[in-house]
């Protein structure tokens, strides 16, 4: 059975197949010779044919092609041609050359995903005309490590799993209370502190560190650069999410003169939302974070970098006569003025240095820069549909159905899938602002692997043929028909699918 997901957009059956065998080759034009080592990757271990890059010949081969003629298809879009004598896989761009490649997988049987060889499988791929491109250019996955750390291996399997569902965009939440992700060299104690905090044995966790009284873990830069290059040849974008002004106590530990108090603080090793965020009274805050943000930009190519902005409690700053001279001199009666100060701050400073400012709908303001790129996930939606009237681009990243640290039971796959991003009130003139979808996976309950991948899948998978597919061809009945074939390729990709909620 043919079950690919996301469900194309133009998929024609003939008569007919293609069979992979020895004598394979994988011609890819010169600019696409990575893709073409990629396929061979995916392709060697299972069947063991070593797939030989040869010229362009007319049989049994498969052809990876530049053609800058594919006219009106979109910039990820692709045309895939199986023919009895070969496969022909064509893009104006590269990614679209990657995108096909994921559904050619999906076109050979589940065993293909297999990293032992299987002897005596005949490798058949029916004969097909695809047409295909995305419905969203954000088509994203959001990960929390600040809660737990996964670390390197297990991020690059995600990855490699995202690149399968066609999904585009990892936003990687590297800060939080309980923990700072990221090294920032000008700032060590943000790792040498913050980085880690006592485990709690009640709630199962076991330490990762050299002291067993602690639980944690980090990313050098170097670290970050090898996952982010890892991401890039999978067309992946890494948006990295330094949180601000709240959800940052695992700073606060490391640096307590950035908060009200002044501290002390420990990291946290409750789950929550707390007090002490950082004091927008004093000026070496707003310097901090500057300098945290230079680095950041160093190491991340991205053009967007996201500040969070969500669940800041504003109790400290009423009582704070740092933050209340401030607003004296800005001429600020309420605190959430404040907030608003510090989003416009820091969404010109990211504009003077050519990037531009993403944050939770929090951020929402009438004078917020229309370079900011809102997330929309609880509240006001007509914030966020001004936000696009002004030009503004959005994220829907809905709460009640898009969290994927939800149990099945408030988010079943039924749901998970019947998910449409929409926002009533905008005209359809500004429809084209609202870029796509993004589903988080938070932590908090989520210490390892396995639980990460039996939250995510097979929910994630409904995301991706929303974020990828026309509207008018998802049909629940129909995708959860592909999904148990899909499935299996899961399997043999080792990932942890909760089967069970499949219903
Ligand atoms: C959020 O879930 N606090 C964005
Ligand atoms: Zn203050």
Not at 291 to 307: A, C, G, Q, R
Not at 318 to 337: A, I, R, V
Not at 343 to 367: C, S
Not at 463 to 478: G, L, V
Request: glycine share 6%.
């Amino acid at each position: 059975m043919i079950a690919i997901i996301p469900e194309s957009v133009e998929f024609i059956i003939k008569n007919g197949s293609f069979k992979l065998d020895q004598d394979t080759s994988v011609y890819a034009d010169k600019e696409l010779n990575e893709l073409g080592n990629y396929l061979r990757e995916k392709l060697t271990p299972s069947t063991g044919f070593k797939f030989k890059e040869k010229d362009l010949q007319k049989n049994n081969q498969i052809q990876l092609k530049l053609a800058k003629s594919n006219w009106n298809l979109s910039d990820e879009g692709y045309i895939l041609k199986v023919k009895n004598e070969g496969v022909e896989i064509s893009a104006k761009n590269s990614a679209g050359i990657f995108y096909g490649i994921q559904t050619l997988r999906q076109l050979l049987p589940p065993e293909i995903e297999s990293q032992k060889m299987i002897k005596n499988n005949e490798w058949f791929i029916s004969c097909v005309e695809i047409i295909d491109y995305p419905r969203f250019k954000w088509r994203g996955f959001m990960l929390d490590e600040a809660r737990h750390f996964m670390g390197k291996e297990i991020v690059k399997k995600i990855l490699d799993l995202m690149a399968l569902h066609k999904l585009n965009k990892f936003h990687w939440h590297l800060v939080d209370d309980q923990g700072w992700r990221i090294e920032i060299k000008k700032y060590p104690k943000l790792i040498e502190i913050g980085s880690k905090r006592k485990i709690k044995t009640n709630r199962g966790e076991e330490s990762n560190l050299k002291d067993p009284d602690f639980i944690g873990g980090y990313y050098n830069q170097e670290e970050l650069k090898e996952i982010i290059d890892y991401a890039d040849e999978r067309f992946i974008e890494v948006i990295p999410e330094i949180e601000m002004p709240g959800h940052c106590t695992a700073a606060l530990a490391a640096y307590p003169e950035l908060s009200c108090t002044g501290g002390p603080f420990e990291v946290p090793t409750k789950w929550g939302i707390f007090s002490d965020v950082y004091c927008l009274g004093k000026e070496n805050v707003y310097k901090f974070l500057e300098d945290v943000l230079i680095e950041v930009m160093e190491i991340f190519p991205t053009k967007i970098i996201h500040i969070g902005g969500d669940e800041t409690p504003k109790k400290r700053w009423k009582s704070c006569p740092n933050c209340q001279q401030k607003m004296k001199e800005l001429g600020f009666d309420k605190e959430e003025e404040l907030q608003v100060y510090l989003t416009n701050y820091f969404a010109k400073f990211l504009e003077t240095h050519g990037k531009r400012l993403m944050g939770w709908n929090e951020i929402l303001d009438p004078t917020l820069s229309k370079e900011a790129i809102c997330q929309f996930w609880l509240g006001n939606k007509r914030k966020a549909a001004e936000h696009m009237r002004k030009g503004g681009e959005v994220i829907a990243t809905n709460y009640l159905q898009t969290y994927l640290d939800h149990s099945y039971k408030i988010i079943s796959l039924r749901k998970a899938y019947k998910f449409e991003p929409k926002f009533p009130k905008v005209e359809s003139k500004f429809k084209s602002k609202l870029l796509g979808l993004e589903a988080p996976l938070w932590t908090e309950r989520v210490p390892n692997l396995k639980r990460l991948e039996w939250q995510t899948f097979p929910r994630l998978t409904a995301y991706a043929e929303t974020a990828w597919t026309p509207k008018k061809k998802k049909n629940y009945k129909k995708f959860k028909h592909r999904l148990v074939e899909f499935t299996k390729r899961l399997e043999f990709l080792d990932v942890n699918v909760a089967v069970e909620k499949i219903n």
